[in-house]
């Protein structure tokens, strides 16, 4: 008979993570009758942690990530597209830690991890402690409500304070962690989250070479909808489909960095870091790059194998996007602490010297500012045809400046607008007369012209490009990520394009390019409503023309053909 062994699935590794308590308040150790120290967590201290939690997410990123979008700006390899993505980021963590403006429009669903020590004691049920604190954190700052509640199946309303919250709580059995609670604390927006995939696939995948080839396919289809680069994780194996997409989303976040490197016969997860190095590589080859071509697909790679059933094989992806926003935080008898994040990412600035300044970094053309006049300037206060006929003289992967009218529609939006085509009735002439943003703003915070307000993903209006196009609207649009064939084809038989915006920073967008913001249309739909903004230097790139041409059509296709055999 076997032996009876047991560890962890996910034996994390010591935490060293650099924390900063922000109370003590709420937090006292009591003895029981057996004489045990008990940790009783008093509600409001619950509260504090969760909104603090959310108030630093949404402004503040970590040391290590913003070191990598400066590393991208030091590295000769990368492409002057990737430069100027990076260099962009930066300066919108720079707005973004003003704690003003959230660094992403869409401030995301509230994701709670929570694991609990066994002589933890709390006065009420902790999801609604942590509820109030999320509450408070959307409905003081500058944040934007996203959360869809169904009224019934086919029926949707929003629900006014970002709520529900994910929260999931796990009991903490280790003996060291009686008297501790450690929670992991996640924004994850619509585009990032939407790019999460799982496969369902064969043992016959479980080599280098037909593991890379799939990958070469499955990783380029996740496009730049969720604002690369990107913290890529991948999990191979699963003891259920659902253990391993919660096991990529985790590692997307660097929860899992602690893993050992070697898996047993425990069956214990682990990280297989010659693997990520390869897929990292892979993935530089895409020529995906930061968004708009280049090398920068990935910041980083992870990789973690698990156990699995004879008959499943499952494979889980997930991403972090640009804004990456998670933290660790835990509350032991010391007192309420979170992870410290970046406060001052001016220091990942590079200094006017620098060649990436010099060639992107010119205010006097604000953010889409390149220096060298590559830069095309176009007029949206023209009318449509002269607009058309100015694009048409530039290809595909031309970087745009974009200056006056601009009408937002995103989903909701075009719902309604198609039911009025389907209806017999006449295109808004809005839709007509100025490109189309796709896009939903945050709050706007008093004093300003704008909240945060990034392009969304552009692919989710797809199915209306070639009925609007055909009915004399949306000729011009401009949102982030890839597009379908539909687009393209709809594009060169009416004569439109899709222009690319930066998807990520957000806050820069709304500080330096959005001029005026009003509601022209549906205003009882909030951010999802119709809005005219005018715009100054708003940086946009040629992605699909009016000829057949799509920007992301080459790196589509997969071209990984094996790893070579060495002769012996």
């Not at 003895?31 to 008093?42: I, R």
């Not at 066994?118 to 408070?136: A, F, K, M, W």
């Not at 500012?369 to 007029?379: M, N, R």
């Not at 009735?425 to 012209?449: C, N, R, S, W």
Request: net charge negative; proline share 5%; hydrophobic share 35%.
């Amino acid at each position: 008979m076997p032996e009876f062994r047991y560890e962890d699935l996910l034996p994390i590794g010591q935490d060293t993570t650099n924390y900063r308590r922000i109370s003590a308040e709420g937090v006292t150790v009591v003895t029981g009758p057996d004489g045990k120290n008990f940790l009783q967590v008093a509600p409001e201290a619950l509260e504090l942690l969760a909104e603090t939690a959310l108030r630093d997410i949404s402004h503040y990123l970590r040391p290590a990530h913003l070191q990598q979008l400066r590393n991208i700006l030091d590295d000769e390899e990368a492409s002057p597209n990737d430069k100027f993505v990076a260099l962009d980021l930066l300066k919108n963590a720079n707005i973004a830690a003003g704690g003003i403006l959230p660094m992403c429009q869409d401030t995301g669903t509230a994701i709670v991890m929570g694991k609990r020590g066994q002589r933890v004691l709390t006065e009420e049920q902790d999801e609604i402690s942590l509820s109030r604190g999320i509450y408070n954190a959307y409905t003081k700052l500058n944040l934007r409500y996203s959360q869809l509640a169904p009224i019934t199946t086919w029926d949707e309303k929003q629900t006014g304070n970002n709520l529900p919250a994910q929260i999931d709580l796990y009991a903490n059995t280790k003996p060291e962690a009686d008297t501790s609670y450690k929670f992991l604390f996640m924004a994850k927006g619509g585009g990032s989250a939407n790019k999460s995939f799982l496969y369902q696939e064969t043992k016959a995948i479980l080599n280098e070479n037909s593991m890379l080839r799939f990958l070469d396919e499955k990783l380029r289809s996740l496009g730049t909808a969720a604002c690369p680069p990107y913290h890529l994780s991948i999990v191979i194996g699963g003891t259920s489909a659902e253990m391993a997409l919660k096991t990529a989303k985790y590692g997307s976040a660097k929860y899992l960095d602690s893993l050992p490197t070697e898996g047993a016969i425990t069956g214990r997860g682990f990280r297989d870091t010659d693997l990520e190095e390869k897929v990292l590589e892979l993935t530089r080859n895409f020529g995906i790059g930061a968004q708009f071509g280049g090398k920068y697909f990935c910041h980083d790679v992870r990789v973690v194998r698990l156990p699995r059933h004879g008959a499943s094989m499952p494979v889980a992806i997930a991403v972090s996007c640009s804004a990456d926003r998670q933290m660790l935080a835990k509350i032991t008898e010391e007192g309420i602490f979170v992870e410290q994040l970046e406060t001052d990412p001016a220091r990942f600035m590079p200094d006017e010297s620098h060649p990436a300044v010099a060639a992107y970094g010119d205010d006097s053309q604000g953010v889409s500012g390149t220096g060298g006049g590559s830069v095309v300037k176009v007029d949206l206060n023209k009318p449509m045809d002269q607009i058309l006929a100015e694009l048409t003289k530039f290809p595909v992967k031309t970087r745009l400046s974009l200056t006056g009218p601009l009408v937002v529609a995103r989903d909701i939006a075009h719902a309604k607008i198609k039911e009025r085509l389907d209806a017999g009735e006449e295109m808004p002439q809005y839709l007509k007369d100025h490109p189309v943003y796709y896009a939903g703003p945050a709050k706007t915070p008093d004093g300003m012209a704008s909240g945060s307000f990034g392009p969304t993903t552009a692919g989710r209006m797809d199915s209306y490009v070639e009925q609007f196009q055909a009915a004399g609207g949306s000729k011009i649009m401009l949102a982030k990520g890839n597009r379908s064939s539909q687009v393209t084809d709809a594009c060169n038989a009416h004569g439109g394009f899709y222009l690319g915006s930066i998807g990520g920073p957000a806050a820069r967008l709304a500080q330096d390019c959005i001029k005026k913001v009003e509601v022209i249309e549906y205003e009882e739909l909030g951010m999802e409503a119709v809005w005219r903004i005018e715009v100054e230097d708003f940086p946009a790139f040629i992605v699909v023309d009016d000829k057949g041409n799509d920007f992301f059509e080459a790196t589509s296709k997969p071209t990984f053909t094996g790893i070579p055999v060495r002769a012996s």
